[in-house]
């Protein structure tokens, strides 16, 4: 995925999923600007393997960190991402709450809930 968003999937041969990461990263890393690679689907352990271009003041700071704590850069870098995701989804959380409280304001939970219920059931539907 580029920073503009712009997706591409291909399918690459290798003994591991991280083996085909680095050997798509080292075929088309030089022609297209891509900012992240993942596997498709999670590994055997239910994660999805990710490989990230940095830049070289951002691999820097990751390397000095790493050698803080004592341990290697992906290691840091997995936790960093996890964390955020982490806050991110709290924030979203909290932001749905926010919108409830408004909600609940004029209406009772029992319509909420109603309207919820019925606005889900149609938009499986579609």
């Known amino acids: 995925m580029s920073a503009d968003r712009t ?3 291909t399918v690459h041969s290798a003994r591991s999923p991280g083996g085909a990461l680095h050997a798509v990263r080292r075929r088309i ?5 891509v900012d992240v690679l993942a596997t498709h689907y999670p590994d055997r352990h ?3 393997l990710v490989n990230v271009d940095l ?3 951002a691999d820097k700071a990751l390397r000095q960190a790493a050698a803080i704590l004592g341990q290697r850069p992906q290691e840091v870098l997995r936790q960093r ?4 995701l982490a806050r ?4 979203r959380a909290r932001h749905l709450e926010i919108r409830l409280e408004s909600l609940l304001a004029d209406h009772t939970p029992e319509e909420v809930l109603a309207c919820v219920a019925g606005f889900l059931h ?3 539907r579609a």
């Open 81 to 84: 991402v996890t964390a955020a």
């Open 46 to 48: 239910g994660q999805v």
């Open 55 to 57: 830049h070289r003041s």
């Open 122 to 124: 149609n938009h499986r």
């Open 7 to 9: 997706r591409l999937m």
């Open 88 to 91: 991110d989804a709290q924030e």
């Open 29 to 33: 890393g030089a022609r297209l600007p």
